[in-house]
């Protein structure tokens, strides 16, 4: 079946050591995105992918970077984890331009920062 | 700008009781509505979706209406199960002034369906 697949489903790093979430696309949709989901909060875009262009949210922090190599792969990196940055990730593609397409969900990894 | 406004929950219920989630949005243009499920542990889904002025979207027996009037679009069930059980979210899609598409999501109502 085709869908988005993020590895891994749990992720537990340390204060200030990089980590990267991974998410992996077989819809061939143009549009990736990256979001953050804290406890009982609303999913917040942090950025997206509309084929290479990356668009960056005006409060993402820094801290935050994303790769997209290719259509399939996107990557988020966090450079440097605090507290804070403990959340669901949550990585969904859509097909490119159409308001009524919906977004596809992978099932997200939980972060962790020790 | 645009946001999207649902009522708080968590929303309790028994089994085979009516259910009703609130949503009311704010937007410029003809957006299109959406409403998401998450279980426990998992990604969002989408539940149903409406993409003009009365159109209503339906799926596993929950429904909304698109009402332009009243910028609302409610989620309705007419006899809930435990396993509805979920935090729902409605969401709203339109055209940034970039020409890209926005998804902006309400705060979520978590529903609990008792035995």
């Known amino acids: 079946d085709a869908m988005v697949i993020q590895n891994p489903r749990y992720q537990v790093t340390q204060f200030g050591k990089p980590v990267t979430l991974s998410c992996s696309q077989t819809l061939n949709h143009n549009v990736m995105y990256w979001y953050q989901q804290k406890s009982s909060q609303a999913p917040k ?26 259509t399939s792969f996107c990557f988020l990196d966090i450079r440097s984890p605090g507290l804070g940055d403990a959340a669901m990730y949550l990585c969904a593609t859509s097909r490119v331009g159409r308001l009524d397409s919906p977004l596809h969900f992978g099932n997200g990894t939980r972060l962790t920062v020790t | 700008g645009n946001s999207v406004t649902q009522m708080e929950g968590p929303v309790t219920l028994s089994e085979e009781a009516f259910l009703t989630i609130n949503c009311t949005y704010t937007a410029t243009g003809y957006p ?25 979207g339906s799926n596993k027996g929950f429904e909304a209406t698109y009402r332009k009037e009243t910028t609302s679009f409610h989620l309705e069930k007419g006899s809930v199960q435990v396993s509805d059980s979920a935090v729902y979210f409605c969401a709203l899609s339109s055209t940034m002034d970039t020409g890209r598409r926005a998804l902006t999501f309400g705060s979520g109502t978590r529903l609990q369906v008792q035995p």
């Open chain 1, 45 to 70: 875009l942090l950025f997206h992918y509309y084929d290479k262009d990356f668009n960056n949210e005006a409060d993402t922090p820094d801290n935050f970077q994303s790769r997209r190599p290719n």
């Open chain 2, 32 to 56: 299109s509505l959406f409403w998401y499920v998450q279980y426990p542990g998992e990604g969002l889904q989408l539940l149903l979706k409406a993409t003009k002025a009365d159109d209503k």
